[in-house]
């Protein structure tokens, strides 16, 4: 029965996700740039197919971004503020259930979205033989699985905060994760003191990373990504997943409506 | 009957559990991220990090645009402007580097590099350097392993390294054609150390490889030659 | 000056008990403001209970504790035997709020189906209750259509329905009647009667107190977070011993001759005069002057207190003003 709610609420956002314009127009677009990339880079001597492998796998991390932050933005705090929560809560639904099936549903709308990008890079690697389909398709997972933490990361916000809000802290948290490389590096080159070497080292450790979602150079470079870095990924994933619904779930059982 | 509430002890224990486990599943993700990514052992300046930070998940793609205006830029400057055997190549520098930064598994921003420093700037050590860096970044490369033993060989008289270097590159040399360069490459510079014997081992390597026989004989004999012809 | 007069205890236990339920809300200057104040109540089974009371008297707030939308900062309750807010008790009751708000992308008949998805309905069950709830507020014909193009009346019908999807033995409605024309306020009514004669509870909040007083057996008056009156309407209203005269034909004279009655009351209206005699002995008197005079008797009526008159008078009482 549990799982089963979750299930029912997952379903609901991908049928909203796919009757809105909004995903499937970005979708669309994405596709778009990407196709014509492929034709462009057929056309220009000296450009390699890894170009084309760059751009295409550029795309479908700012386009599944996008989609990310639009949304799961608006799962939760657009059912509240669109006062739709009352029917919803009204029903046998624990309200962590809630949590847990908008976020299923979100990333089962991303995968979707991402899937058509990825299928085209996919068929040009083919036809071009520049490279291997397998490792594309393994840097999209992973890029998936940043979608997945970033899903994770906007529902804990939206459930204390407007729609508005929870996509503009998301994204300040998405740049932190990359600036922190900065903070980190800077603070071990530059600080004398062990406490401080500490903090960058805590700051490092503790703060989500999205950087180990990032195995596009070596796909475009033709490296091999070891499934055994994917398993570890994964788990560092559903980690941060897991804490960020934890903690989205237990604001949200507190929240008066 | 009040809103349903938990100890804050509970709560900052379970928050505490999912960092331990946060920092754990780091330390798993790091252990191989040296080869898939590219980012750990880089040995990068704080202002490459900081570039790098800033530019975020684009920096492939516009290592890939930058990359697109050196080549052009050499290029046509090469077949317009005259000179055949350095182009704009100091203006271009620069952005070289900022290709490294952005993604240090270029290599064929590394080899260029390498190669004008050595060639055109006469920075031999600097041009050792950058391949060093390239081969940190990349270790199984040929291009740099090769491109690194020339300059070691031609420019820094640093025997020892550059054949270290060569028989690397003939390690991961990804054919027969490469295999032989690098051979060859390890088998002059024995020969110029004064390591004839080095050399003919190195030429005998050669020798097995299928349709490279005749020129190990050749070779072989020319170094025994030598060697029984010296006083 | 409260009234309260409570229903007599039942050996069969209550659909909703609550017990010195409180709720205050906390001011940004950090005074407290109280919505709700020590409201005691049981609703039994079987029976339309309404819940009145003006803007602001905490009626909704009352509803939203019952379902655990919001928590009480003090007291207690049950609602089907269960924790208010469980989802025990979410699993029985249905629930309408006011001006219902859905998910516009879905159509009514998709809107109805996801509903019955949460409460674990089966494929089947959902395509027959869907159906059934569909025709019985009249969209069945709209079933296909996005609830963003749903009318107001249209959505406070498809509210009805999906407060109903799981045959709930509790209904909860906020408002009912909102957005409805007065067919629809009559529809809702006999849904809102079938569903007691099924031994259903219905609980009600409403504005419109005529509609209240023709279905509710209980009632309860709230008025600034308190229970002000609470008890069948037949014990709450009282009996008057005035009689109202309707006349056709009105003279100078004849109201003359009429207004000579002790306490008698004339009030004038655009077809019709109504003669309200103080007590039932001078009707005859009335009659008689009427018809000497040539009038033409319309009607004769017993004056009783309408709930609407209690509920000013109490009210008005409580705010220190004159009653009604």
């Not at chain 1, 009352?86 to 979205?113: D, M, Q, T």
């Not at chain 3, 998709?110 to 159906?131: K, N």
């Not at chain 3, 009607?299 to 009210?315: G, M, N, P, W, Y």
């Amino acid at each position: 029965m549990i799982s089963s709610v979750v299930a029912v609420v997952a379903r609901q956002v991908l049928q909203e996700a796919g009757r809105r314009r909004t995903l499937p127009v970005l979708v669309l677009f994405g596709c778009g740039v990407i196709l014509s990339s492929a034709f462009l880079s057929f056309f220009q001597l000296g450009v390699e197919v890894k170009f084309f492998k760059d751009v295409a796998m550029t795309v479908i991390f700012l386009f599944g971004t996008t989609s990310t932050l639009i949304l799961v933005s608006t799962q939760l705090s657009g059912e509240i503020e669109s006062r739709t929560i009352y029917n919803v809560l009204s029903k046998p639904i624990r309200r962590w259930e809630l949590v847990v099936g908008k976020f299923v549903g979100a990333v089962a709308a991303i995968a979707l979205c991402v899937a058509p990008m990825v299928a085209i890079l996919a068929f040009f690697i083919y036809t071009d033989r520049g490279g291997s389909i397998l490792e594309a398709v393994k840097a999209s997972y992973l890029l998936w699985l940043a979608f997945a933490v970033l899903s994770a990361i906007a529902l804990g916000i939206a459930s204390f905060s407007t729609s508005i809000v929870a996509a503009s802290l998301s994204v300040l948290v998405f740049v932190v994760s990359y600036l922190k490389g900065a903070v980190t590096t800077y603070v071990a080159l530059v600080s004398r003191s062990p406490a401080t070497a500490y903090l960058g080292q805590a700051l490092y450790y503790l703060l989500p990373n999205f950087e180990n979602f990032n195995v596009r150079t070596a796909v475009v470079h033709d490296r091999i990504v070891p499934w055994a870095y994917l398993g570890r990924t994964t788990l560092y994933a559903l980690v941060l997943v897991a804490f960020f619904l934890y903690l989205g779930a237990q604001i949200f059982e507190e929240r008066e409506f | 009957m009040t809103a349903p509430g938990t100890p804050w002890v509970r709560h900052a224990a379970i928050i505490a559990g999912f960092l331990a486990c946060l920092a754990g599943a780091q330390v798993l993700v790091d252990a191989y991220r040296p080869l898939v990514n590219d980012e750990a052992d880089v040995p990068f300046s704080v202002a490459a990090v900081v570039v790098r930070s800033f530019v975020g998940q684009v920096r492939g793609l516009l290592a890939d645009f930058l990359w697109l205006r050196v080549d052009e830029y050499q290029h046509r400057r090469r077949i317009v402007g005259g000179d055949l055997l350095r182009s704009d190549d100091e203006a271009l520098m620069p952005l070289v580097r900022l290709i490294t930064w952005l993604n240090p598994h270029f290599v064929d921003a590394y080899a260029l590099g390498g190669q004008w420093l050595a060639f055109h700037f006469d920075r031999p050590i600097e041009a050792t350097a950058f391949y060093e860096e390239g081969i940190q970044n990349n270790p199984q490369s040929f291009d740099l392993l090769n491109g690194a033993a020339w300059v070691y060989w031609r420019f820094r008289h640093d025997y020892p390294t550059a054949a270290k270097r060569a028989a690397e590159a003939a390690r991961v040399a990804p054919d027969d054609i490469h295999k032989f360069q690098a051979l060859w490459l390890e088998a002059h510079i024995l020969a110029s150390a004064g390591d004839t014997s080095g050399a003919i081992r190195v030429w005998r390597q050669v020798g097995q490889i299928p349709g490279y026989e005749r020129t190990a004989e050749v070779w072989i004999a020319r170094l025994e030659g030598s060697r029984t012809s010296r006083p | 000056m409260t009234e309260s007069r409570h229903a007599g205890a039942s050996a069969v236990p209550p659909v909703i008990s609550v017990n010195n339920l409180t709720k205050r809300y906390r001011n940004p200057s950090g005074s407290d403001r109280a919505a709700l104040v020590g409201l005691t109540l049981d609703v039994s089974p079987g029976e339309i209970y309404g819940f009145l009371g003006p803007n602001g008297a905490g009626k909704t707030t009352t509803i939203k504790l019952l379902l655990g939308l919001i928590f009480p900062t003090a007291g207690s309750g049950t609602i089907l035997g269960a924790p208010l807010g469980s989802v025990a008790a979410r699993r029985r009751l249905g629930f309408l709020p006011e001006s219902p708000y859905f998910y516009e992308y879905f159509r009514g008949d998709e809107l109805l189906d996801y509903y019955g998805r949460l409460f674990g309905l089966t494929a089947a069950e959902r395509r027959t209750r869907v159906e059934d709830l569909l025709k019985l507020v009249g969209l069945w014909e709209h079933r296909r259509l996005a609830v963003r193009k749903y009318s107001r009346g249209m959505l406070q019908r498809l509210g009805l329905a999906q407060a109903l999807i799981n045959d709930p033995e509790l209904v909860i409605l906020d408002e009912p009647a909102g957005g409805l024309d007065p067919i629809g306020r009559r529809e809702m009514r006999d849904i809102l009667l079938q569903l007691r004669d099924r031994g259903k509870t219905v609980f009600l909040s409403s504005h419109i107190l005529a509609e209240v007083e023709m279905i509710c057996d209980q009632v309860a008056i709230l008025h600034r977070g308190q229970l002000l009156a609470v008890g069948r309407i037949g014990d709450l209203l009282a009996d008057s011993r005035e009689m109202e005269l309707t006349v056709h034909g009105l003279d100078g004279t004849l109201t003359k001759r009429l207004e000579g009655i002790p306490g008698a009351t004339i009030r004038h209206g655009a077809d019709s005069t109504v003669v309200v005699l103080p007590e039932q002995r001078f009707v005859y008197q009335a009659i008689e002057t009427v018809k000497q005079a040539g009038g033409q008797i319309v009607s004769l009526t017993a004056k009783r207190e309408r709930l609407e008159d209690l509920f000013v008078k109490l009210i008005g009482s409580r705010e220190g003003g004159t009653a009604a």
